[in-house]
């Protein structure tokens, strides 16, 4: 009986860290951060942060133990769930760029249209008493969509396609805007 308890107490004595899981568990969580999980897939990326959590947590409990009470069998299935889930959201993040590139496009194409719908109807806008400043007011905003076309296509060409797109939707709500006011003075002036 001495004997069993003492090749338990050895068993468990000689449990050692899973540091490989481990170490892979942390390089594929930075690497789906490097992938930009933040920014394209920030839900698996939180998965992923909340899987590493609690491996650092079981890790820590484990080294708080008495040595020969330590057991990394735990740790090393989070170890192994905390790298699938970072490898899932390096993936999220690719297809979620990918999209996201898709959209921005979509939407860009749609500003430059968009630019020459609000510019044929500022052409027709009333003019009269108090509407030159309104009018300038439109203007301004139609060129700094234009101008801000630069930035966009600079956004998309270093692949920042969320912020390209951040300001596609801001330009488009922007002209969208000027169309309806510009509308909404041609509906009033013909009801009068």
């Known amino acids: 009986m001495p004997v069993l308890v003492g090749a338990a107490l050895l068993s468990v004595a ?3 860290e899973p540091t490989d899981a481990v170490n892979a568990a942390k390089s ?3 690497a789906a951060k490097a992938a930009g999980a933040s920014d394209y897939a920030p839900a ?3 998965a992923a942060e909340t899987a590493s959590s609690a491996l650092e947590a ?3 409990a484990q080294t708080e133990k008495f040595s020969l009470t330590r057991s990394y069998t735990k740790t090393a299935e989070l170890a192994a769930a905390a790298k699938t889930a970072a490898d899932e959201a390096a993936a999220a993040a690719v297809t979620g760029k990918e999209q996201m590139k898709a959209e921005a496009t979509t939407l860009i194409a749609g500003v430059r249209g968009s630019i020459d719908s ?4 500022l052409a027709k806008a009333p003019k009269g008493k108090g509407s030159a400043a309104d009018l300038e007011a439109m203007n301004a905003d139609v060129a700094g969509v234009e101008a801000a076309l630069a930035e966009m296509d600079a956004a998309m060409s270093a692949g920042n396609f969320k912020d390209a797109k951040v300001k596609a939707e801001a330009a488009k ?3 969208d805007k000027v169309v309806a006011d510009v509308q909404a003075a041609i509906d009033a002036k013909g009801k009068r």
């Not at 609000?118 to 109807?121: G, V």
């Open 14 to 16: 000689c449990a050692t």
């Open 28 to 30: 594929a969580l930075e």
């Open 44 to 46: 698996a990326l939180a």
């Open 58 to 60: 079981e890790l820590k």
């Open 118 to 121: 609000a510019k044929a109807m």
């Open 173 to 175: 709500a922007t002209l």
